[in-house]
Structure formats: C-alpha cells, structure tokens
C-alpha cells in the first residue's frame, strides 16, 4: 500500500457505493456518531475509489461515518479519494483503518487479522512472482510485525487473536456471533482447546442453558464420564436337597463312615 495515492474531496452521498463489508454494522455506533458529527463535523474523512467520471466510489473504509452523514441529510461528505491500489490493497486498507479506529469485539478483530494474514501472504507471493523471487519491502517482514507497526497492535495480541480465528471452526464463530461469547477473548480461547466437533456440542450446551458459558462447557466435556458401578451378582445357593436325602436314608453305619471320610470326629447317635 506504499505506493498508494491519495486524494482529500468533497463527493456528493448519493454517488459512493457500497459493497460487501467484513464488518457488521452497529446501529448503536451509528446513533453516537450522529450526536458527534452533529456537534463536531466529521473528524477523519472516510475512504473510497473511483473515479469522477464513473458511476460512482466504492467505499473502502467508513462505513459507520457514512451512514450517519446520511441519517443527518448531508448532501456530500469528506472523502480520501484512495488511487493504484489493487482489490488485495484495498481490503488491506479496509482491514487496517478497522483495526486502527473502530470498536471491534474479540471476534472481530480475531476475523480482520486472520483475513489480513491471508492477503499479506498472497500479496508477498504476488510481489515474488512479479520480481524474481524478491519482494517489495513491507513482504519479506514477518506478518505479526509488519501489522503491529501499521495497526499499533502488539505482536503477542496478533498472534493469539489469529489462532482464534484459525481454530474456532467457521460455523461455529457463525453461529456465537453477536453474543457477549464473541467480544471476550477468554471464552474463544476456551473454544480453541476443543476440537471442532466438540466446539459444536459447546455451543448447544450454552444455548440449551446447561452452561452459562464455553469456560464451563469445557470443563463439563472435559470431565472424566462416570461409570455406573454394576452390582455383583448374587451367588446361587447350593444344591444340597440330594445330600440331605441321602442322610435321611443312610443307616447309623454309613452316616458314621462319611463323618469319619470327611474329617469330622462327632459320634453318631446309635438309634437302634
């Protein structure tokens, strides 16, 4: 993006045009930042390209702004008038002024320095390519050190924000968007320890109410399963009807041999 130009004008609201953002949009943002514009103007001018002669500008960056000034009936606003980038460099431009200005949950910014990776990495690919082999300056840095210098991030925030992203399973970080989950750091590293099928179950444990939080859905689908003790059974009595029999219809004689073959010394009774 070095090699960008960049132009301050004034453009009327109904020529800028905007496309797919990879931001969500906030109408609580938008509220406050009527009541600032009202009293304060438009402080940072928001980013575009085209050309005057074209239908339109297509809006990099200012999003928000934008829809304030046209909330407050303002026929044209200020704009940085963005030149010679490519759609990588333009998205890169998107990314930064996010990362730099906006309120972005932990979520967010995990999503905006994972796609910014993914560009860079392209990007330095592209100047290979192109050069030989060598790239332009910004490409033979390393990712989490060429973003910290541009977004005032530290490198460690960098790096565990993107192995959010990286590990939390696309739809799952679909489905939690939006919710308090999102804008905490803790709860998407809570997820990033689980595999992606087990992230799933997390989130239904949360919306189901059997957790309050991912914290505690990993605890639960962490926690050895019990097993349920089995009762022994109960061992069957001996047979000894037969014996008895046999005792019943024994002499004295023959009673008095089987005591003696079985090591018992008690005398039988004579009976006759």
């Known amino acids: 993006m070095d090699d960008a130009k960049t132009i301050t004008r004034k453009v009327p609201l109904e020529r800028i045009i905007v496309g797919e953002r990879l931001r969500q949009f906030r109408e609580s943002q938008v509220e406050t930042l009527m009541e600032s514009i009202s009293e304060l103007g438009l402080l940072t001018p928001i980013s575009v ?152 179950r997390a989130v239904a444990l949360v919306n189901d109410g059997k957790v309050r939080t991912f914290r505690e859905a990993v605890e639960q689908l962490s926690a050895p399963k019990s097993k349920t003790k089995t009762q022994p059974k109960p061992k069957a009595e001996p047979r000894i009807d037969p014996l008895l029999s046999a005792w019943e219809g024994a002499d004295d004689d023959v009673r008095q041999a089987f005591l003696d073959k079985i090591g018992v010394q008690a005398p039988i009774a004579r009976t006759g």
């Open 49 to 200: 390209y085209g050309d005057q002669d074209d239908d339109g500008y297509t809006l990099v960056a200012g999003l928000h702004r934008l829809e304030a000034c046209r909330r407050l009936a303002w026929p044209e606003i200020d704009v940085i008038l963005v030149d010679r980038l490519d759609d990588y460099e333009r998205l890169l431009w998107e990314i930064d002024e996010n990362l730099m200005r906006a309120e972005l949950s932990e979520g967010e910014r995990a999503e905006h320095l994972l796609r910014r990776k993914q560009i860079f990495e392209a990007k330095r690919e592209q100047a290979r390519a192109y050069d030989s082999g060598s790239a332009k300056p910004q490409y033979e840095r390393g990712f989490a050190s060429e973003t910290a210098e541009r977004t005032g991030l530290t490198k460690r925030h960098i790096n565990r924000s993107i192995r959010r992203a990286e590990l939390v399973a696309p739809d799952v970080r679909d489905a939690i968007r939006g919710t308090p989950s999102f804008r905490k750091g803790v709860e998407l590293d809570a997820l990033a320890e689980l595999s992606h099928e087990e992230q799933r």
